[in-house]
């Protein structure tokens, strides 16, 4: 498990694979501090990582990252950690345009 706050490349994630999953890597995004932790085999495990480091639960959502996929692909908004009806989120999909918004942005700036 790794977090980053500073751009990798594209291909330092391709070097993760296969992981857990095969072509799939988990992912956390936290939308306030704008840092994604990687690689676990949960995504609790990296959301519990990242409040251990500071981070608020509210901001941390759950991603799926696809390397060898295209653009349209290559992130998936599911996640148990997303279920939050407090927040009112009551799926495993991120739901709300601009949270979604903020994630793809974060992955987009620190994966190059």
Request: glycine share 8%.
């Amino acid at each position: 498990m790794i977090i980053i706050s500073q751009p990798i490349k594209h291909s330092e994630l391709n070097g993760m694979l296969p992981g857990y999953f095969g072509d799939m890597i988990k992912a956390v995004v936290d939308v306030r501090k704008g840092i994604l932790g990687l690689d676990a085999e949960l995504h609790a495990d990296i959301e519990k990582e990242m409040l251990s480091q500071g981070s608020i639960q509210t901001d941390l959502w759950g991603i799926n990252l696809y390397p060898e996929m295209d653009e349209d692909d290559f992130i998936e908004f599911d996640s148990l950690i997303n279920i939050r009806p407090f927040q009112g989120n009551r799926s495993r999909d991120v739901l709300d345009p601009i949270v979604r918004k903020q994630i793809v942005d974060i992955v987009n700036s620190l994966i190059i």
